[in-house]
């Protein structure tokens, strides 16, 4: 049985160490989705109910963690090893790896005798666990579980995504260039991997030369591609993609795998995983251009880690959510690939629960222990506490919040009621100007009550206006959706106003590249507008075009939006760990409309845009400090980052907390010279 004893350090506010002993169980305990109590459950389920997906985990230790127990069978875990990274082709690797795939055969056999029908088996596990992906309905999982094989049955869990200035932001320039007494590196000879909605390889992010003009060397050999590049995958392990010589590799992005059970190819149509692939170790491009609908805009960007190669791993479904099934091969298989560090900017608002029982969570502690660093977002569920869920909440893996970096799109509105002096209010946007024009209320206009208040889709009859710029509250609705629905209804213009004080400061304003000239405004800033046509009953606005600001002032403000602390799954555990830029992101994106068509880029905020930047920081510290263990990096980025962050009101010396921040917002230049490590034990 696998028997892992967790020994964890956390700082909170200052140098304050929490140690938490965690032993694995000897029974199987109840979770929303862990089947257990064997005898219990074979009285409540229903023989009849129909088939879904469960992970079925086996006793045996992965390969990522096996220390050398049995006979004849010599350990793979690195620490016992004295190595800093697991060798899944080494001799010991195979030997073992021989042993888990009968372990696994025969679990699989005994499994179909005990249902009475051969198991159609998706999925096999066994870099991280060991156990198979089958479908079965609850009478079967429950008679599963019942074997002595078995550890834990699991249904299926489905995830969804979490969803250019940053790495200044957070001195990786200072990495790169080698300031002080650091070597300098870019992420040369590190691979990052991209679990998430695929990637598009036409973007230049992924070419093979930089517009630094630096030419990546592939770690595998030139030519030598994984998954569907790779032409010795014509029968491919269970649930992937087949090799597909449509989809371009080369010696950037040398490996990208899909899953039948996600998507026939793992093109990215979706656009996050692209534009969280190129956040973490894309290419410098210059003069990348984002078209909205009113204007056009240019920046020269680049990943964290520019010069690391990078392997996709497609876990998602197009336009839909990520089954747990593919996400656990993509784990699987990343170990086996050897990359030195994931980008997961994938969860769920719920927690947990017992990381112990499962499937997920084992998966992510054998990939540290493999000596894989691993970055994930904290979530989009906040300004409220106890709101991160997961996998950011289990104790083995880096949980990123969100904040805002040096560049703005700043965009105003001066409004005038011909009487009293105008008033100017600031927001942000990505559109043209427009103006003068009448301001008026969404709320005044038929059907009237919250669906106008709110600017519903489709709630406006064309003509409801006559150009006026339209006032929507946010909330429910998207927040381009809304600028949508006015345009529709003939507004000519848009003001999204936050409608609460709380979680209505600077930190909650988006930068969206809206379909009409749009502002948006702080709860604060509403109130103001209220009071000023307020005086008169009426008054014009002028909306300016966005202007392109950098400067600090814009910086280190956390994102309301970000999820927040406490720990619901395990108090004791500080979450998030760090935080990092995930507002206002400018990186690739998808091929055109849906992913038909010439490659894109896109600024898009939450924490899946905020975690990459902190996977690209293990990158560049993996490069820099090859023996660093993964605990190591993080403590690096803990004890050193920069806890002056300010909530997300944005006002000094408001600073945000531990829930907030975590250990605060990382600090390369100082992460790469820390002196004081941690390891877990």
């Known amino acids: 049985m696998y028997k892992p004893v967790l020994k964890w350090i956390f700082l909170l506010t200052g140098l304050l160490l929490i140690t938490t002993t965690v032993m694995a169980k000897t029974a199987v305990t109840t979770t929303n989705d862990v089947m257990s109590s064997k005898a219990d459950l074979l009285t409540q389920i229903d023989a009849d109910s129909e088939r879904t997906t469960y992970i079925v985990v086996l006793y045996d230790t992965p390969l990522a963690s096996y220390r050398g127990d049995l006979p004849g069978l010599a350990a793979t875990h690195p620490a016992t090893r004295g190595e800093a990274k697991l060798d ?14 009968a372990q696994r055969t025969a679990a699989i056999t005994e499994a179909s005798q005990t249902v009475g029908r051969p198991l159609d088996i998706q999925y096999e596990y066994k870099a991280t666990i060991n156990g198979f992906a089958t479908m079965m ?8 579980q019942a074997l002595d094989s078995v550890w834990f049955v699991e249904e299926e869990k489905i995830s969804t995504p979490m969803t250019d200035a940053g790495p200044d932001w957070i001195n990786a320039d200072d990495i790169w260039a080698g300031v002080g007494t650091l070597s300098g590196t870019y992420g040369e000879g590190i691979i990052v991997g991209i679990i998430d909605t695929g990637i598009d390889p036409w973007n230049p992010s992924f070419a093979t030369t930089g517009d630094d003009a630096y030419t990546h060397t592939n770690p595998l050999g030139s030519g030598n591609y994984l998954g569907v590049c790779d032409p010795a995958n014509v029968v491919p392990p269970p649930g992937a993609v087949a090799y597909d010589p449509t989809f371009p590799c080369n010696d950037k992005l040398i490996g990208v795998w899909g899953y039948i059970a996600s998507n026939a190819s793992p093109r990215d149509t979706d656009g996050h995983g692209s534009h969280t692939a190129s956040t973490a170790a894309g290419n410098f491009v210059n003069d990348t251009n984002i078209t909205t609908p009113t204007d056009v ?12 190669n990078i392997i996709a791993y497609d876990g998602c479904i197009d336009d839909g959510g990520c089954p747990g099934a593919s996400l656990n091969a993509a784990r699987d298989q990343a170990l086996m690939d050897g990359v030195d560090a994931i980008n997961y900017s994938i969860g769920s608002s719920a927690p947990t629960g017992d990381p112990w029982s499962d499937s997920e969570s084992l998966q992510w502690l054998a990939l540290r222990d493999a000596g894989v660093f691993v970055s994930t977002s904290a979530g989009n569920s906040g300004p409220g506490s106890e709101t991160i869920g997961s996998p950011g909440d289990i104790p083995w893996i880096t949980t990123v919040g969100a904040n805002s ?13 011909g009487v009293d002096t105008p008033v100017m209010l600031d927001g942000f946007a990505m559109t043209s100007g427009y103006g003068p024009a009448p301001v008026v209320y969404a709320a005044d206009y038929p059907p009237f009550g919250d669906d106008a208040r709110l600017c519903a889709d489709g709630v406006f009859a064309p003509g409801t206006f006559s150009g006026e710029i339209v006032v929507c509250e946010r909330g429910i609705y998207g927040r381009v959706d809304k600028g949508q629905t006015v345009l529709d209804g003939g507004a000519g213009g848009y003001i999204l106003a936050q409608p609460e004080a709380e979680g209505g400061g600077p930190g909650s304003l988006a930068t969206d590249p809206h379909v009409l000239p749009a502002i948006h405004i702080t709860y604060d800033d509403y109130m103001a507008l209220q009071n000023y046509v307020g005086l008169t009953g009426s008054a014009n606005g002028t909306i300016s075009g966005a202007t392109q600001d950098v400067d600090a002032v814009h910086g280190d403000i956390m994102a309301a939006f970000s999820s927040r602390g406490p ?9 998030p760990s760090v935080t990092a830029p995930g507002r206002a992101i400018w990186a690739a994106y998808h091929q055109g409309d849906g992913g038909d068509g010439d490659f894109t880029f896109n600024v898009i905020q939450g924490t899946s845009m905020s975690s990459p930047h902190v996977a690209g920081a293990g990158a560049l510290m993996k490069a820099l400090h090859p023996t660093w263990t993964p605990a190591e990096i993080q403590s690096a ?25 975590g250990s605060g917002h990382i600090d390369l230049a100082k992460a790469g010279l820390a002196a004081l490590l941690f390891d877990e034990t």
């Open 297 to 308: 805009y240019t920046a020269t960007i680049s990943g964290v880690a520019p010069h690391a």
């Open 405 to 417: 970096h040096a560049r703005a799109f700043l965009t105003s509105i001066i409004l005038d009621n």
């Open 567 to 575: 720990n619901r799954s395990i108090p004791d555990i500080i979450v």
């Open 637 to 661: 980025l803990m004890t050193t980052g920069r806890i002056t962050v300010l909530n997300d009101d944005g006002i000094e010396p408001t600073t945000a907390n531990v829930f907030d921040i």
């Open 137 to 144: 309905n609850n009478t079967e999982a429950a008679a599963v």
């Open 88 to 101: 899944a082709k080494s001799a010991d690797s195979q030997a073992y790896l021989t042993y888990l795939d």
